[in-house]
């Protein structure tokens, strides 16, 4: 009787505890198709200007990305496959083409501030289940040739193309966020993993694991069956805290060091939802699978980026079939399409919270710009002085698609 009354305060201490710990998520309240229309001047402020460098071979592209590391600005020019590399000052520095190595796409590793490109090699056509034995089978040496690595180390003088050997964590996915310590959130299902168990999220030291979250069935998981899904992983300015957010769930993640709480929960219409089934009955094939998704295109998929400020939340969602980025206002509980918000004269016309496109650093966005719009900009209105970081650089009519770096800030 006595264990049986134990084991009851138990269940009403932790029902209790999960009360508290769902009443203190910050709610996010969604509506992904709500127009939600307000001026940019309403969420960005401290707009300031890097012209770089005017050289003849490098044009902003429609789908160029900039990123800032602590030395260089990057930008990225993935239609032309060429990184261009400038000073924080705007100054030329070089231009990398990485056209040679086949279809890869460039990343940063800011731990180790690093460029890499990783993926198979381009003499192996790989399916999903060989990189699941390959994987299984990885201390066999054999195994590395299926695989290429390559990295700019931006802390040489000089940085160039390095060929590299892929390491376990390269296959993994697994990205470093201490020293030694790496997070890893690569989701598959396959019939050839002989045990069953497995986490959605888990952290290595080293090569060795630590801490799983989210246990799973890897061999027959109703969500993830036909289709491989990851854990998003996203740094905050404080070093010690990362968001996590997971495929299907609407409960976006708080990891301080190596605890995980639930932080934030985003409140969806009910048409926007997954279906209970969804997540206990598979889909009889992968054609199954790509036709509910198409059809049910604007459900739930997955949290992608997560920024957060005293008075906004930007982030973005993707949908089984759509993606879009909000900004949230907290004190209105109210959120926006970023492409529906609009852009002003008194931030020169400027289109700064996009899709894509955009990255920040700490507190601060970066987005590359045509000259060219800015140009026209102040043709058309000459009333509006021309900011001081700006001037010389207009004064010299640079070509219209000389691209121009835009720093910024959500207003605080």
């Known amino acids: 009787m006595r264990n049986y009354s134990l084991c009851l305060v138990l269940i009403l201490y932790c029902q209790v505890i999960s009360s508290i710990a769902q009443s203190q998520l910050q709610k996010i309240y969604l509506h992904p198709k709500a127009s939600g229309s307000e001026k940019q001047s309403k969420f960005v402020d401290s707009i300031r200007f890097i012209p770089l460098e005017i050289k003849d ?10 990123e800032a590391t602590d030395n260089y600005f990057l930008l990225k020019d993935y239609s032309g496959k060429t990184i261009a590399l400038y000073s924080k000052k705007g100054r030329f520095i070089k231009k990398i083409s990485y056209k040679k190595l086949g279809d890869f796409y460039p990343q940063y590793d800011e731990f180790n501030n690093q460029i890499f490109f990783f993926g198979s090699n381009k003499n192996y056509k790989l399916t999903s289940r060989d990189k699941i034995k390959i994987k299984l089978a990885w201390s066999n040496p054999r195994n590395k040739k299926y695989f290429s690595k390559y990295i700019i180390d931006l802390n040489d003088a000089s940085p160039v193309i390095k060929k590299v050997i892929p390491q376990q964590n390269d296959i993994l996915y697994a990205n470093q966020y201490g020293d030694d310590l790496y997070a890893m959130g690569r989701i598959s299902t396959s019939e050839l993993y002989k045990d069953s168990l497995d986490y959605e999220f888990k952290i290595y030291k080293g090569t060795q694991l630590v801490k799983g979250y989210f246990p799973y069935n890897r061999i027959n998981e109703p969500r993830f069956i036909y289709k491989e899904e990851g854990v998003s992983f996203i740094k905050t300015d404080t070093p010690d805290i990362h968001i996590v957010s997971r495929p299907f769930c609407d409960t976006i993640f708080k990891l301080v060091n190596d605890s995980l709480l639930p932080g934030y929960q985003l409140v969806l219409p009910l048409e926007n939802s997954l279906p209970a089934w969804y997540f206990t009955r598979p889909f009889k094939n992968k054609t199954e699978r790509d036709n509910f998704e198409r059809n049910n295109s604007w459900m739930l998929h997955q949290v992608y980026s997560f920024y957060e400020t005293p008075r906004f939340i930007y982030f973005g969602v993707g949908y089984l079939y759509n993606y879009e980025t909000y900004i949230y206002q907290k004190q209105t509980n109210t959120s926006f399409k970023t492409k529906n918000i609009k852009s002003d004269s008194s931030q020169y016309n ?36 021309v900011p001081p970081d700006l001037d010389s650089f207009i004064k010299s009519h640079p070509p219209a698609t000389t691209p121009v770096i835009i720093e910024f800030k959500l207003k605080n």
């Open 57 to 66: 071979d490098i044009q902003f592209r429609t789908y160029a990305g900039v």
């Open 350 to 385: 400027l289109s700064l919270l996009a899709d894509y496109g955009i990255s920040h650093k700490a507190d601060k966005f970066y987005k590359a710009q045509n000259a060219g719009d800015l140009l026209t900009f102040f043709e058309k209105n000459k009333n509006v002085p």
